[in-house]
């Protein structure tokens, strides 16, 4: 049985001021589901003309997919693939890393208008006969990629995954979901039990999660087996996820994988520069943490 757990946001520092809140991994819970990786973006005021130090740099990954999903405000995403793509609230980007890939994301939009920005960036990791597949980038948009619903106050997208008879578009290699929310005052919604690792995280406002308040920045993971009864305390937006557990994963900085020996080298094909930079964005780097490898 899988016991609940209340997890809080933790501050924490990207380089350059940029703060996000991070929720998973934590000491007591390092995955829900294939889920290795949730921080919180924002809510952050981004000015005309603000610094390059903001943006985060090209980096590489290996052995997981990166899910970037925004309410407010744009990144332009880069790779090593080729993709040159700006995500705007309600999109997906789900880049599969694989074997490796490298990747940046740009405050552009930002920079040449304003804007708040605000979203989740969450990680799942891929299950081991996937974890050297080939890297791909996908962008999906709009209700026939990402199925849509509006009923008793709450309006929902699929994200990815399948749950309640619809499915995403998004390409994903274990079996998951992964939801977005957004109640008004008093709305009520029932999860279900489809699947046996399931997770629920206020990014807005706050909610009664069987009758116990989850305020806003708190992720409640759920018993296995049992429905949980959701409803809003005001507007909120509230994310759920999940799926199949895929088993132990170890992860170092940006690397993620069943096996230290990969991450190691992972880590070393990193600092000897032999993964290849993103296109058009191939000036700058983040280096490899000290101590790593």
């Known amino acids: 049985m899988t016991a609940s757990l209340l997890i809080n946001r933790r501050s924490h520092d990207l380089g350059g001021g940029f703060f996000v809140g991070r929720v998973l991994p934590h000491r007591k819970r390092r995955m829900v589901g294939p889920f290795i990786f949730f921080d919180h973006l924002g809510p952050m005021d981004v000015a005309r003309g603000a610094p390059r130090a903001l943006d985060v740099r090209p980096h590489p990954h290996i052995g997981l997919s990166t899910v970037t999903y925004l309410y407010s405000g744009a990144f332009t995403h880069r790779d090593s693939l080729g993709s040159n ?20 994301e740009r405050l552009e939009y930002a920079r040449a208008h304003g804007a708040n920005l605000h979203g989740i960036q969450a990680w799942a990791a891929l299950p081991r006969e996937h974890e050297e ?4 980038f996908h962008h999906h948009q709009g209700a026939d990629e ?6 008793g106050g709450v309006t929902g997208r699929l994200i990815a995954g399948a749950i309640d008879g619809a499915s995403a578009r998004v390409r ?6 992964y939801l977005h929310w957004e109640m008004t005052d008093g709305a009520r919604r029932t999860l ?17 999660l069987d ?11 759920l018993e296995s087996g049992r429905t949980a009864q959701i409803q809003a305390r005001g507007p909120a937006t509230v994310m759920l996820l999940g799926g199949e557990p895929i088993g132990e994963r170890f992860i170092y900085w940006n690397f993620v994988s069943s096996s230290k020996d990969r991450l190691e080298q992972a880590c070393e094909d990193w600092r000897a520069q032999r993964m290849v930079l993103p296109v058009d964005d191939d000036q700058e780097f983040i280096p490899l943490p000290q101590g790593a490898g």
């Open 172 to 177: 994903t290699h274990s079996s998951l979901f």
């Open 85 to 104: 793509q700006e995500i705007r609230p309600g999109e997906v980007n789900w880049m599969t890393a694989g074997s490796g890939i490298t990747h940046s």
């Open 211 to 221: 009758g116990h308040p989850l305020a806003e920045g708190q992720m409640q993971v």
């Open 192 to 208: 279900g039990t489809t699947y046996p690792e399931r997770a629920v995280y206020v990014a807005r406002g706050a909610i009664d």
């Open 146 to 151: 990402l199925p849509e619903f509006q009923e």
């Open 133 to 136: 597949t080939a890297p791909a």
